[in-house]
């Protein structure tokens, strides 16, 4: 079962909806395995640009829970200096997410504790960007620097600065010695706007002392026990079920294809006569006929046509 009210076994993806602290806390906690784990084989990721794409991802899943129209998404965009390159995540209203990196197979470790370094990975250089598409006329859309690439921190200061909420942000994948993703999952701590300074030190308590989400997810932990173990007064409010989906469709790249400029497609029709394209999110192959092209390039200049008509 999936959806809003679905609720999970210690196995199963999904996001636990909570507040505690007399309301003053609003809590995301989520358990993200099988979204990791799908990404990291599609892709054939290695363990560091994994752990990266799952930390994105998880955030994202996060705050798309809060959507209220299954339709509406969040995209995140992290454009960082280190070798994994650019990082796309996708989540929408219904727990479906998807993403990618530029470069999957990065493999980089710490020396001196050798836990991976995804923020050498990711880069502490760039931009965090964040689109919310909520069917709206214009999408909001938020832009940071990237503090240390670790991701957490990045989201942290992007809430922080983007969107005036202070919040803790910890994610976590553990990649296990077959890089397989053994446990991923993230916890989302925000402060309401009553609250006061026994609650931030509360909860700036609870940032110091809690041990990785990863390692709490390692243990069996349900994302509704890390919440009960870190704020035993919490009141849950809802149980969303979160899981890999691409979505991708024939008539979706088409309709792509008659976006793209006109002589790209004259030249995919005389010189290729065809193409393939290939979804970045998933590796799904599209092949397009020379006749397919064709009927894109009418269908671009009858859109052109009635532009120029009504200018």
């Not at 959507?67 to 796309?88: C, E, F, M, Q, Y």
């Not at 009960?228 to 079920?241: E, F, N, S, T």
Request: charged fraction near 25%; glycine fraction near 10%.
């Amino acid at each position: 079962m999936k959806g809003a009210d679905a609720v999970s076994d210690n196995r199963t993806d999904e996001i636990v909806i909570a507040e505690a602290l007399g309301g003053r806390v609003r809590i995301h906690a989520a358990r993200t395995t099988a979204l990791a784990e799908s990404a990291r084989k599609l892709h054939d990721m290695y363990p560091t640009s994994a752990a990266a794409l799952g930390r994105v991802m998880t955030v994202d899943a996060l705050m798309a829970s809060d959507l209220k129209d299954p339709n509406a998404r969040i995209v995140t965009s992290i454009h960082g200096d280190g070798p994994i390159g650019n990082i796309i995540s996708q989540a929408d209203g219904r727990g479906n997410v998807r993403g990618f990196a530029d470069n999957p197979q990065v493999y980089l470790y710490r020396n001196r504790d050798g836990k991976l370094d995804v923020g050498m990975g990711v880069g502490h250089s760039g931009t965090l960007t964040v689109v919310k598409d909520l069917g709206l006329r214009e999408p909001f859309t938020g832009v940071v620097q990237l503090q240390t690439g670790e991701i957490g921190d990045d989201f942290a200061y992007y809430f922080a600065l983007s969107e005036q909420t202070p919040s803790v942000v910890a994610v976590g994948v553990l990649v296990d010695t077959d890089y397989s993703v053994r446990a991923a999952g993230g916890l989302l701590l925000q402060l309401m706007p009553d609250a006061d300074e026994e609650t931030i030190e509360a909860v700036e308590q609870i940032a110091h002392t809690m041990k990785p989400v990863s390692a709490y997810i390692d243990e069996g932990k349900t994302p509704e026990d890390i919440i009960r173990l870190l704020l035993p007064d919490a009141v849950i409010l809802q149980h969303r079920g979160v899981q890999w989906h691409c979505g991708c469709s024939r008539e979706h790249y088409l309709d792509a294809l008659s976006m793209i400029q006109k002589e790209e497609l004259e030249q995919m029709i005389h010189e290729d006569h065809g193409c393939e394209v290939t979804c970045q999110y998933c590796g799904k192959k599209y092949a397009f006929t020379e006749e397919e092209l064709k009927e894109a390039l009418a269908k671009k200049s009858h859109v052109e046509d009635r532009q120029h008509g009504n200018s």
